[in-house]
């Protein structure tokens, strides 16, 4: 079966709609070696993965430059960074000086002469409705460093502020059964104005995939260890923002919905696909048989208008009350 494709926004791009979140090879999900990272992008794109997306904070680069090393024999590929994340995050730092050096660097770690697309990297709030940042974004077109650019956003708010710039190609915003806020005006404005969603944090930091419970134990470098509760980056990176004893129980209560032959995983990521005005999914992998299934939920079905009800219900009941009034 031939792996379904959608158009990335203003980008004009067609990418497969399951793509490669590639934040675990760089940093943050315990250690992830390079010939597994190289594995993990081969996986995923003999899959039919076509969308890989990284930053340059990723490992201070690390991710970009494995990244950069694999596509050299892999054409076709669309490869989208984010910037912002390596310095102080005032305001102040979102310049176009700034913005070609991030750019200059990122091009460097990818070996390319033009970045396909660069995303804002959750910047402060105020930068989304500055017009000398996207003024500086539309110079990087001009000059050729970037092809595109779009916004990497916290909160539905900040999503709704980008969608209005004209030039903003892709909106990359946390989507998944314990994200359903973007779903009510973020998904459908996107959809009037051309602007491309990449859904992000898909599985809910793992939480998703059903495969843990009460006595699971993540490494000390591992952000579900030591961001639990915002330490390092807004909280809600870390388990979609949930409780994680209140995940649990809800991945519990979700879990009899999944249809024979599907993975936990692959039901999550399916019902991400089922949201109408969704580009690309971008689940992460930590070894190549995660990519592998990761890409097979483009091949499952639609799920039945039921399973999308109790999926809703599951929601407002143990969900709703931690996640929806924050982003």
């Not at 991400?272 to 992460?284: C, E, F, R, T």
């Not at 639609?302 to 982003?327: F, G, K, M, N």
């Amino acid at each position: 079966m031939p792996v379904k494709q959608h158009t990335l926004g203003k980008t004009g791009k067609k990418v497969g709609v399951v793509g490669l979140g590639a934040w675990q090879l760089g940093a943050d999900w315990g250690e992830v070696g390079e010939d597994e990272a190289l594995a993990i992008l081969t996986a995923a794109v003999d899959a039919g993965t076509t969308f890989i997306d990284t930053a340059d904070v990723y490992g201070d680069g690390r991710s970009e430059r494995i990244i950069g090393q694999f596509v050299k024999d892999r054409p076709g590929l669309t490869v989208a960074t984010k910037m912002g994340r390596r310095v102080a995050q005032e305001p102040s730092a979102y310049t176009l000086d700034n913005f070609r050096a991030w750019t200059d660097r990122s091009r460097a770690n990818l070996g390319v002469d033009t970045l396909d697309l660069v995303q804002l990297h959750c910047p402060p709030t105020p930068v989304y409705s500055a017009d000398a940042v996207f003024d500086a974004l539309d110079t990087l077109v001009q000059e050729r460093r970037v092809a595109a650019y779009g916004v990497s956003v916290e909160t539905c708010e900040e999503a709704l502020t980008a969608i209005a710039r004209p030039g903003v190609a892709t909106v990359q915003i946390i989507l998944n059964a314990f994200r359903l806020k973007p779903l009510e005006r973020v998904l459908p404005a996107a959809a009037e104005a051309g602007v491309g969603i990449i859904a992000r944090v898909p599985l809910a930091s793992g939480l998703l995939s059903g495969k843990y419970n009460e006595s699971t134990v993540f490494a000390e470098d591992d952000h579900r260890t030591y961001n639990r509760h915002g330490e390092a980056f807004d909280v809600g990176e870390t388990f979609s923002g949930v409780d994680y004893t209140t995940g649990l129980a809800a991945v519990r209560r979700l879990a009899p919905l999944v249809p024979e032959g599907l993975t936990m995983a692959q039901f999550a990521l399916r019902w991400i696909l089922d949201q109408p005005g969704v580009s690309v999914v971008i689940p992460g992998a930590r070894n190549a048989a995660q990519a592998r299934a990761n890409a097979a939920a483009d091949r499952a079905e639609s799920l039945p208008e039921e399973t999308l009800r109790a999926v809703q219900e599951v929601y407002d009941e143990l969900i709703r009350p931690q996640v929806h009034h924050r982003w």
